[in-house]
């Protein structure tokens, strides 16, 4: 008895169709690539076989590809040539086709430059051009996002949340918002699109933990420091886009026992060119307990 042949991989056969990832059982992570790669321009369907591979470079070309200026647009393109660079261009020769292609379409260099040697004429041109102005915050083209749905400010017989409360019998002030949280291990998402920096501790209190994300794209010149959080296996260096998950709700009651009445909540911070900005004036929608003086 003959056997049949193999069916082919759903997104290697020739179906002219191009219908969602799900409905072609491809695998998750070739999904999410697949996607990514549509919202960068490109051909999602020809380079989902790279999978999570393909992620870190997709995410910055996304970035460059809804950049609002010449000047952004050319650097996270810059970086998205880096990431391609770690990879092996044998083991994802679509990859390194339609991403080079697609650089040059957004940095007005030629497509055909080879990839082993990377975009020469256009890492010249963005060494010799001046730095761009950096927006105010408030000019921002995107507002950030809660980075837990639905954000609510924590006021409790512990403290208020808002920007500039009083702390420590006012000896300082809250320099960011305190944003609820349901319970620990909630999940916590991105408010900027960014790469994340280095997980530090505050102190030697338990669950004190940060995750720091440098803003790039549109919120570039913007820090987001999210404390309570616990990044589990993000890696330090790793590009978000908004929304995406960087990690689960530490208890911060834990960090402080003495405070009865305090929330669950998860402190926001957002620095502009390292100065505190009040995370309310870029939030959309939110509403604060803070005296208006």
Do not use: C
Request: hydrophobic share 35%; aromatic share 6%; net charge negative.
């Amino acid at each position: 008895m003959l056997k049949q042949p193999p069916a082919p991989h759903p997104l290697l056969d020739d179906e002219p169709r191009h219908p969602k990832p799900w409905e072609r059982g491809v695998t998750l992570d070739e999904a999410v690539t697949w996607m990514i790669a549509n919202e960068a321009g490109l051909d999602g369907r020809a380079i989902a076989l790279s999978g999570q591979a393909a992620q870190p470079v997709l995410k910055f070309l996304r970035a460059a590809a809804q950049a609002p200026s010449d000047g952004q647009r050319a650097r996270l393109a810059s970086r998205a040539k880096a990431a391609l660079d770690k990879l092996n261009s044998a083991d994802h020769e679509a990859l390194f086709e339609h991403v080079t292609a697609r650089i040059g379409e957004l940095t007005h260099a030629s497509p055909s430059v080879n990839p082993e040697t990377g975009l020469q004429e256009f890492a010249s041109r963005l060494v010799n051009e001046p730095p761009l102005p950096r927006v105010k915050p408030t000019e921002l083209p995107s507002m950030i996002q809660s980075p837990i749905p639905g954000g609510v400010e924590r006021n409790d017989a512990d403290g208020n949340g808002w920007f500039g409360a009083s702390r420590d019998a006012g000896t300082r002030t809250h320099k960011g918002v305190d944003i609820l949280a349901s319970a620990p291990d909630d999940p916590v998402f991105a408010p900027i699109s960014g790469t994340i920096g280095e997980h530090v501790w505050t102190s030697n209190k338990k669950n004190r933990r940060i995750v720091n994300i440098e803003g790039t794209g549109p919120y570039d010149g913007l820090k987001a420091r999210l404390f309570y959080v616990d990044p589990g296996s993000l890696k330090v260096g790793t590009s978000v886009t908004v929304g995406d998950p960087v990690g689960s709700y530490h208890d911060v009651r834990a960090a402080y026992p003495e405070r009865k009445n305090m929330q669950h909540h998860v402190h926001m911070e957002t620095l502009y060119d390292g100065q505190h900005v009040d995370p309310a004036t870029l939030l959309p929608n939110w509403k604060t307990a803070r005296p208006s003086t």
